[in-house]
Every structure is written in C-alpha cells, then in structure tokens.
C-alpha cells in the first residue's frame, strides 16, 4: 500500500540472477472474476514498478498500479505514476465509479503507436512524447470500465 512508485524489478535484479528460483520451477497461477478477455506478458529483463491508489474513501478499497517497460523506452520511467492517476481521476471524478478489478498492469511492447486493452491490462507501444504516453495509458485503461465493466459492444 504505496502512493509512491516502487521499483518491483529493476534491470539489475536480472542481472544478478535475483527474480526466478535458481534450482526447480517457478510456478505463476492467475485467477480473475468478471472478466470476458485476458492478456499475458512476459520479459527476462524488462523493469517492474508499482504504486496504489485508493479508489473507494467508504471502504479504502486501493488498487495496484503496475508498469512494465525496457530500459530503453523514454518517460516509461512514470507509467506507474500516469497509470495512478488515471485510476484515481476516473474513479472520483468520470465516470466517478471505483475501478472495478483490484490492479492494472500497464504494459510496453517497445513498438511506436498505440495498444490493445484488456481487463486489467494493456499492451501498449512507446510513444516519443510524454503526452502521447499519458494519454495512451488513461486511453487504455479506460477501456476497463467500457466496454469490459459496462459488458457493451464496442
């Protein structure tokens, strides 16, 4: 429970060999409720930052803010930031309704343009211009609430 980015995995954590088991299997199991589509991402030496934000004061209900990027993508550094307060502003103010799944993993494929949502996740691209970024990241999370929350058709 943070307000501020913590750095999860950084590039020298892979280096040091510091983020898998040495010896047997490293076994990741995902479950989620409510949701009509997933999406998965892996790396071998890509940074992992977080924060949370509380999106229901009557119940302190906070979510995970998550962005996952390569050294060499510009601004990405915020993402967990951007994507922080994202949640925050569409939770109180529009829609005004808490985000309704407990994190969000904002994910960059390191190609130029844009990104493909899913329930609690994005894959987006590495725009040159900061504002481009933060405006993908709020873009795509967005889409959390329509159509996957609403269940509309796009």
Not at 48 to 56: L, M, P, Q, T
Not at 82 to 104: C, D, F, N, Q, W
Request: include cysteine; charge should be neutral; hydrophobic fraction near 30%.
């Amino acid at each position: 429970v943070c307000d501020e980015t913590v750095r999860i995995i950084t590039r020298q954590d892979y280096k040091n060999n510091d983020v898998t088991l040495k010896n047997g299997k490293n076994v990741w199991k995902f479950s989620a409720t409510k949701v009509t589509d997933f999406s998965f991402a892996v790396s071998d030496n890509f940074n992992w930052d977080a924060a949370s934000v509380e999106v229901d004061k009557s119940t302190g209900k906070r979510v995970l803010t998550s962005a996952v990027y390569p050294d060499s993508t510009i601004h990405w550094e915020n993402a967990a930031q951007y994507a922080r307060a994202t949640i925050k502003y569409m939770s109180e103010e529009l829609p005004g309704v808490p985000y309704p799944y407990p994190h969000t993993t904002t994910f960059c494929n390191k190609k130029r343009g844009g990104g493909m949502e899913t329930p609690m996740m994005a894959n987006n691209g590495a725009p040159k211009d900061k504002g481009d970024l933060i405006g993908l990241i709020f873009h795509e999370i967005s889409h959390s609430y329509f159509p996957f929350y609403m269940g509309t058709n796009e």
